[in-house]
């Protein structure tokens, strides 16, 4: 039986990742702003996140999976 480790699986599993990089972000963007406004960093350094955790997620199971269908 082939079990799908799916992008959102692998996001519940690992949310206090992104709890603890969103707290780090928030406390640095306090200090100072890389866009003036806390919104734009959130945006932009939390999409730089997921990218990266998505990149990670397809590398080790989405080939995987992608030669199992």
Avoid: C, H, P
């Amino acid at each position: 039986m082939v079990e799908n480790y799916t992008f959102k699986d692998y996001l519940g599993r690992n949310w206090w990742f992104l709890l603890l990089a969103f707290a780090k972000l928030f406390n640095q963007s306090e200090r100072e702003s890389a866009f003036g406004s806390l919104f734009l960093d959130t945006l932009f350094f939390g999409g730089i996140i997921l990218v990266i955790m998505f990149a990670y997620w397809f590398i080790r199971y989405g080939r995987k999976q992608n030669k199992n269908v």
